[in-house]
């Protein structure tokens, strides 16, 4: 089946630095990544859709110039949170849906962001 | 606004017991249904889809779907505690690249 492998799977940063988070479908193009954040014991939230080859766009109250994302090509798609700040913490989750088959969400194992 | 609704539970079922998860949507032009599965601390894994009235099955799973009704269900039978997660309804994206809505979870918990 449709497999997005998702990196790195927990990062500790500091405060006031970059980290970027990637997804990679392995054995589909993904015409179309969604990036959520997921806070504990609460549901997925969207924070973006993005498109192959154009810009992301982004759900309201979802700052774009601080959730940089980036989808380049098919089997990649990228999530940067600049000047991470502690409430920035959450778990980020992407997943993908093919450009043909079954119409379907696969998720990557998401990543877990600890900012200090 | 789409939704989707579920009851967050938390569900308590015995261990071999049936599982009962609901949902219902808002929607009526939806044509596509999924279950998803989260453990704590994991990310949601695909565990049935359904695009027609009636039932499905897969192993211990049966997903039921009543457009008229708006009403998708999950059933679990002879439960086990590895069942223990919160379950994802989703109703799938008309157009391929729109967001599929989810509803909050159900937390079931599976009592050894």
């Known amino acids: 089946g449709a497999v997005v492998s998702q990196h790195p799977s927990w990062v500790i940063c500091k405060s006031g630095t970059s980290v970027k988070i990637e997804c990679r479908s392995l054995?589909?193009?993904?015409?179309?990544m969604f990036w959520y954040r997921q806070f504990p014991k609460q549901s997925l939230m969207l924070m973006a859709t993005s498109n192959e080859g154009s810009k992301a766009t982004y759900e309201q109250g979802v700052e774009k110039d601080k959730f940089l994302i980036n989808h380049a090509s098919l089997t990649l798609s990228t999530l940067t949170v600049t000047s991470a700040h502690p409430e920035d913490s959450s778990f980020y989750i992407c997943?993908?849906?093919?450009?043909?088959?079954?119409?379907?969400?696969?998720f990557g194992a998401g990543s877990r962001l600890t900012v200090l | 606004q789409k939704e989707v609704e579920q009851n967050s539970g938390p569900l308590s079922v015995p261990e071999g017991a049936i599982a009962s998860l609901n949902c219902t949507y808002s929607?009526?032009?939806?044509?596509?249904f999924f279950w998803y599965r989260q453990y704590s601390g994991k990310s949601p894994e695909l565990i049935m889809s359904?695009?027609?009235?009636g039932d499905k099955e897969d192993g211990r799973f049966t997903a039921q779907l009543n457009k008229a009704s708006q009403y998708v269900s999950l059933l679990i039978r002879d439960s086990q505690p590895s069942d223990s997660a919160t379950y994802l309804c989703?109703?799938?994206?008309?157009?391929?690249?729109?967001?599929?809505?989810f509803g909050p979870g159900t937390r079931l918990s599976v009592l050894p």
């Open positions: 929607d009526r032009g939806s044509q596509s």
């Open positions: 989703a109703a799938g994206a008309l157009v391929r690249g729109q967001n599929f809505v």
């Open positions: 054995d589909f193009q993904a015409t179309t």
């Open positions: 359904i695009y027609s009235n």
């Open positions: 997943s993908g849906v093919a450009r043909s088959g079954a119409n379907v969400l696969t």
